[in-house]
């Protein structure tokens, strides 16, 4: 009986011992699952706040980058279009010299003024017919105009002068992003064009005008505010004028056109 008692008791022992073993070891297998499992969404969150800070930090350049492009394209001077269309008809034969002369000297003001974009001048003489003498060349290429430049004599065709040039200027695709001021100069009224009318050619300036051209009209000796003349082609009437048919009027038409060049590439 007592080593039946004693038996019990070994082996009431050995279970004990077993279960409080089993018991330690599931408590640390739970605790290494607990710790492996904390350490598992500790790294999930790390990844994802390192994520969300990466993302934050690549939003911000990019804003910064586009501030600062934005900035640069609002401070960088729009290169220019400086477009002459001039009357060459046989009454400007008294006015040549002092269309050379004031031509020459608005390019060569516009020529010292490297700071504010490029200009880009194209100069067309008209009378029964036009002709370019510069398309579209760097201003600083421009030579002094000179007396077998402007030769003058014949009619005037301005309405096929004004409706080709400008048609065919705002077809180039680089005009979009630059600065366009076109001054027409004559001494008289159109009275031989064959391809444009009034209205066609009033339809052509507005669309221009749109597009942010300033288009500027002298009339030497007539009446710029006539509907035969300047008004006429819809031409806003702030940039219309009248001069005389003198060499004070041309200095007067070409002053302005200097002028006014200077403030839209300065951007006033």
Same mark, same amino acid.
Not at 145 to 167: F, P, W
């Given at each position: 009986?007592?080593?039946?008692?004693?038996?019990?008791?070994?082996?009431?022992?050995?279970?004990?011992?077993?279960?409080?073993?089993?018991?330690?070891?599931?408590?640390?297998? =739970?605790?290494?699952? #607990?710790? !492996?499992? /904390?350490?598992?969404? @500790?790294?999930?969150? %790390?990844? +994802?706040? =390192?994520?969300?800070? #990466?993302? !934050?930090? /690549?939003?911000?350049? @990019?804003?910064?980058? %586009?501030? +600062?492009? =934005?900035?640069?394209? #609002?401070?960088?001077?729009?290169?220019?279009?400086?477009?002459?269309?001039?009357?060459?008809?046989?009454?400007?034969?008294?006015?040549?010299?002092?269309?050379?002369?004031?031509?020459?000297?608005?390019?060569?003001?516009?020529?010292?003024?490297?700071?504010?974009?490029?200009?880009?001048?194209?100069?067309?003489?008209?009378?029964?017919?036009?002709?370019?003498?510069?398309?579209?060349?760097?201003?600083?290429?421009?030579?002094?105009?000179?007396?077998?430049?402007?030769?003058?004599?014949?009619?005037?065709?301005?309405?096929?002068?004004?409706?080709?040039?400008?048609?065919?200027?705002?077809?180039?695709?680089?005009?979009?992003?630059?600065?366009?001021?076109?001054?027409?100069?004559?001494?008289?009224?159109?009275?031989?064009?064959?391809?444009?009318?009034?209205?066609?050619?009033?339809?052509?300036?507005?669309?221009?005008?749109?597009?942010?051209?300033?288009?500027?009209?002298?009339?030497?000796?007539?009446?710029?505010?006539?509907?035969?003349?300047?008004?006429?082609?819809?031409?806003?009437?702030?940039?219309?004028?009248?001069?005389?048919?003198?060499?004070?009027?041309?200095?007067?038409?070409?002053?302005?056109?200097?002028?006014?060049?200077?403030?839209?590439?300065?951007?006033?």
């Amino acid at each position: 009986m007592k080593k039946i008692l004693s038996c019990l008791l070994a082996a009431t022992s050995v279970f004990g011992f077993c279960a409080l073993s089993y018991t330690s070891s599931a408590a640390e297998v =739970s605790e290494q699952q #607990s710790v !492996q499992e /904390s350490e598992e969404v @500790s790294e999930q969150q %790390s990844i +994802q706040e =390192s994520a969300e800070v #990466s993302e !934050q930090q /690549s939003v911000q350049e @990019s804003a910064e980058v %586009s501030e +600062q492009q =934005s900035i640069q394209e #609002s401070t960088e001077a729009k290169d220019t279009e400086l477009v002459f269309i001039i009357d060459k008809s046989g009454s400007m034969s008294g006015l040549k010299s002092d269309t050379i002369g004031n031509f020459n000297s608005v390019i060569n003001e516009q020529k010292k003024d490297t700071e504010n974009g490029k200009v880009y001048v194209t100069t067309v003489m008209f009378n029964q017919i036009h002709s370019k003498v510069h398309d579209r060349e760097d201003i600083a290429s421009i030579a002094e105009m000179t007396d077998s430049d402007y030769i003058a004599r014949g009619s005037t065709a301005l309405l096929d002068a004004v409706g080709d040039i400008l048609t065919d200027l705002s077809k180039a695709e680089s005009i979009k992003e630059r600065n366009v001021v076109v001054a027409i100069i004559t001494d008289g009224y159109e009275n031989c064009s064959k391809k444009y009318s009034k209205n066609q050619v009033k339809e052509i300036i507005e669309s221009c005008e749109k597009d942010g051209w300033k288009i500027l009209f002298f009339g030497a000796g007539v009446d710029a505010f006539s509907d035969k003349s300047g008004a006429g082609l819809g031409i806003r009437k702030d940039r219309l004028w009248t001069v005389d048919h003198s060499r004070s009027g041309v200095d007067k038409a070409f002053g302005c056109v200097s002028d006014i060049v200077r403030d839209t590439r300065t951007g006033k």
